[in-house]
């Protein structure tokens, strides 16, 4: 069975972003481009200064359903990124289950939870959809 709904997980609300962070995930991920982490090299890569990883931001957005479900819930990420990240942004991710998916035997829900991510500018940095299942 199928149902829209207007279910919403709990916001999710990480930073200020702080460059700490951005090394401990380049260290975690390998990716160690320069322009995550060094201003002189975002500057004269056009930018006024480093920002996030998108794969951070990304993750981020993840944990509203996470948070919500456990990690193991998550089946497919798509998301589109929007805005660059900045040191000392605080990102504020925000869910809503678009789509409700009952298995057969009514034990087994897969949601497809819309999710944005926003810098404390307003401006949307993320938006895009999980799809996450649960035994409920």
């Known amino acids: 069975m199928i149902a829209i709904v207007e279910e919403r997980p709990p916001r999710v609300v990480k930073g200020p972003l702080e460059l700490e962070q951005l090394r401990l995930y380049a260290e975690a991920s ?4 320069d322009v995550h982490l060094n201003m002189e090299s975002a500057r004269r890569a056009g930018v006024e200064n480093v ?4 794969m951070l931001t990304m993750s981020f957005a993840a944990q509203v359903a996470t948070q919500w479900l456990g990690p ?4 497919r990420i798509a998301v589109r990124f929007l805005a660059p990240v900045r040191l000392g942004d605080t990102i504020v991710c925000d869910g809503r289950v678009v789509r409700e998916t009952v298995s057969s035997d009514g ?9 944005t991510a926003s810098n404390g500018r307003g401006e949307l940095v993320l938006s895009g959809v999980i799809a996450a299942a649960s035994d409920e």
């Open 51 to 54: 920002f996030a990883h998108g």
């Open 72 to 75: 193991a819930s998550v089946r």
């Open 30 to 33: 390998g990716d160690f481009n």
């Open 107 to 115: 034990r087994g829900r897969q949601r497809d939870i819309e999710v």
